[in-house]
C-alpha cells in the first residue's frame, strides 16, 4: 500500500464542471502539497496547507489531518485546467512523498 | 527573481558516458532536493542537500550515482556510464526551510535524459 494514494486516477470532464481530486496518506504529516505537473512536463507548486482550506482563484484545498485526507476542488473547469494533479506529504527531513497523480481533462 | 534553474533542458547521453545536472536554487533558498520521474511513473525522491551538506541520501540508487551543492555554485547530480533505465525526468525544488516542514519546495523546469 502506497503511503500516499489519490483517486480517482484518471478524470474526464466537460467545461464549467466541478472538479474533486481525493488525496489520502498514511503517515503522519505536519502538512501537505498539491502540485500541478503541465503536459509539458513542468511542476508548479498550487498550494501548500497545514489545516482548513486554501483558495487561490478557481482552486480551493482542504484538509483534514485527524482523518489524513485532503482534497483538491475546481471551480468552472476549464480545458486549460487539463494537467496531473499531484499530492505530495512532506516525511522525516521533509522529503516529499508524491501521489501516483490524476491526469485531468477537460473539453470544451 | 528568479525561479529554480535547471540545465541542461534536454540532455542525450550514450551507454556508459557520464549525464551531469545542474540546479540552481531560487535567490536565498539554501536547501536543494533532487527527485526522479521514470517514464509513465510517479516522482520519487532521491536526496537533500544544503550546501556542502548531504542531510538525505535514502533515495539515491547506491552505484553511479552522487550528487554536490558547493558553497559556490549550482548543485549537481552526477550519473556515471548511464544505462537506458536512467533515462527520466530528473527535478529539482529548492526551499528556505525556515518553517522546515511548512515550506513550499520550488520546482525547476527538470531535465529530460534520454540515453540511447
Known amino acids: 500500500k502506497n503511503e500516499v494514494e489519490q483517486s480517482p486516477q484518471n478524470l474526464t470532464a466537460q467545461e464549467g464542471e466541478f472538479i474533486t481530486i481525493n488525496c489520502s496518506y498514511s503517515v503522519g504529516i505536519s502538512a501537505l502539497h498539491w502540485l500541478q505537473q503541465h503536459p509539458g512536463g513542468g511542476i508548479v507548486s498550487l498550494f501548500m496547507?497545514?489545516?482548513g482550506k486554501k483558495k487561490h482563484g478557481r482552486l480551493i484545498a482542504t484538509i483534514n489531518i485527524q482523518e489524513k485526507h485532503s482534497s483538491l476542488h475546481i471551480t468552472a473547469s476549464h480545458p486549460r485546467d487539463s494537467a496531473v494533479y499531484i499530492c505530495a506529504v512532506p516525511i522525516n527531513t521533509d522529503k516529499l512523498i508524491f501521489g501516483t497523480g490524476t491526469r485531468l481533462q477537460v473539453f470544451p | 527573481n528568479a525561479g529554480v534553474m535547471q540545465n541542461p533542458r534536454h540532455l542525450v547521453r550514450r551507454r556508459g558516458q557520464e549525464a551531469r545536472l545542474r540546479c540552481s536554487p531560487m535567490k536565498g533558498h539554501s536547501h536543494v532536493y533532487w527527485y526522479r520521474q521514470l517514464p509513465e511513473e510517479g516522482l520519487k525522491f532521491m536526496v537533500y542537500?544544503?550546501?556542502?551538506?548531504?542531510?538525505?541520501e535514502s533515495g539515491m540508487p547506491k552505484e553511479r550515482f552522487s550528487a554536490e551543492f558547493p558553497k559556490e555554485g549550482p548543485s549537481i547530480l552526477r550519473i556515471q556510464q548511464v544505462v537506458r533505465g536512467d533515462s527520466a525526468a530528473y527535478f529539482c525544488?529548492?526551499?528556505?526551510?525556515?518553517?522546515?516542514?511548512?515550506?513550499?519546495?520550488?520546482f525547476g523546469p527538470g531535465t529530460r535524459l534520454t540515453v540511447l
Open positions: 542537500l544544503q550546501k556542502e551538506n548531504i542531510i538525505d
Open positions: 496547507l497545514s489545516s
Open positions: 525544488a529548492s526551499s528556505p526551510r525556515t518553517s522546515g516542514s511548512l515550506d513550499t519546495q520550488y
